[in-house]
């Protein structure tokens, strides 16, 4: 994380600002060429008495981090494996959290292979590699393959240059990466740590450079993926939750959601949670195929999807309760790899609008 993010990034409990603790966890910050990054330690609120861990450059700002790291310990030791000093094992190990380890909700969006699908997803050219006789492909150049830069066209379309930007549950940072094209500043929050980790190590190179990664086949079979990206000098990626989101009030002019509301535990909060974050005037996407699964998500939590109330009037409501409807498109294809015999096709409602001026 870097330290000068501090200025932006705010306790997810009181909303409090964070300061670096010298005197728990030691911290680790390395100069590199975006200035001062804590690779290691430990941020403190005074105004709620948290700490909030910052591992392998990932800072975890999430509500109970006691919890998070109980429930996400094999996939954080795993994922950020050489990069976590003998300080911060000693935080964990010393809080005992690592002994009631029961294992992440999301636990799907830490394995390699889910994090590899969506690698592919946001920064391969799948679509463009595809011969000329697979059976996907009169569909794909039908749909122009381009997901996340269609994603991008709506957002310009309504914003010009942007200053600060927003993608919540960016997972390995195709959005942020796309939107960095226009703005000055783009975060990312995810709430699996891999993810972040991943989007760090692509966008930034910290705390190493990923260049290439293996892509699933079938079974165990795997073919070595390059990442072309240039590095990015305008983005920051911190694990948090879409609940609360831990910035400063109304600073961000546009927020983008792709594929999130249905995977979040209280998908009801996520439009509070951007409204408070975005300015005046602000913009919002979102996008969602609303495939409701109780492993996500409780009923009475699901923005339609019950019996007369269709998700996508549902979430028109919802957003008409903070915003201006700008635009409403609705079965715009997602198609996501599985293997190279399974591909997941969703139909997404997608809305765009703009943040209602109050007082
Ligand atoms: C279906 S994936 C979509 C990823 C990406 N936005 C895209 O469209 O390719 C859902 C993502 O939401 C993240 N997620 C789920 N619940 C979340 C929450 N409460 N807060 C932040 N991220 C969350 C998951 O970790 C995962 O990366």
Redesign the pocket.
């Known amino acids: 994380m870097r330290v000068s993010a501090l200025t932006d990034l705010r306790c997810p409990v009181s909303g409090g600002s964070l300061r670096i603790d010298e005197n728990i966890v030691r911290p680790k910050i390395i100069n590199t060429q975006l200035g001062d990054d804590l690779q290691e330690g430990l941020l403190f609120c005074e105004e709620s008495g948290k700490l909030y861990p910052v591992i392998a450059g990932v800072a975890i700002l999430v509500r109970k981090p006691l919890t998070y790291l109980a429930s996400n310990y094999y996939g954080i030791m795993t994922s950020a494996a050489g990069f976590i000093e003998a300080d911060m094992v000693a935080y964990i190990e010393g809080g005992g959290v690592d002994l009631v380890s029961e294992g992440s909700q999301?636990a799907k969006?830490n394995t390699a292979a889910n994090i590899a699908l969506?690698i592919y997803?946001?920064y391969g050219d799948w679509f463009q590699q595809l011969p000329s006789d697979h059976p996907l492909g009169a569909l794909m150049r039908h749909l122009d393959g381009d997901w996340l830069g269609k994603l991008i066209e709506t957002v310009k379309n309504y914003s010009g240059l942007v200053d600060t930007a927003l993608d919540?549950?960016?997972?390995v940072g195709?959005?942020v990466y796309k939107l960095a094209g226009f703005s000055s500043f783009v975060y990312g929050?995810?709430?699996?740590f891999p993810?972040v980790l991943v989007a760090r190590s692509i966008l930034l190179g910290q705390p190493k450079s990923l260049d290439c990664y293996r892509l699933p086949l079938t079974g165990t079979r795997y073919r070595t993926e390059q990442i072309r990206m240039e590095r990015l000098t305008n983005v920051e990626i911190v694990v948090?939750?879409?609940?609360s989101l831990p910035f400063v009030k109304g600073m961000f002019d546009v927020v983008t959601g792709?594929?999130?509301v249905d995977?979040?535990?209280s998908p009801l909060e996520l439009v509070r949670a951007i409204d408070a974050v975005l300015r005046e005037d602000g913009l919002v996407l979102l996008t969602d195929p609303y495939d409701w699964r109780m492993a996500h998500s409780g009923i009475e939590d699901w923005i339609g999807g019950r019996v007369d109330s269709p998700s996508e009037e549902a979430m028109r409501g919802e957003m008409e309760r903070e915003f201006a409807i700008l635009e409403e498109q609705d079965r715009i294809p997602w198609i996501l790899y599985k293997n190279e015999r399974e591909y997941t096709i969703f139909l997404n409602h997608c809305v765009v609008g703009k943040k209602l001026r109050r007082g």
Do not use: T
């Open positions: 999301s969006y969506y997803h946001h919540v549950g960016c997972s195709g959005l929050i995810d709430y699996a993810s948090a939750s879409a609940e792709a594929n999130l995977r979040m535990g």
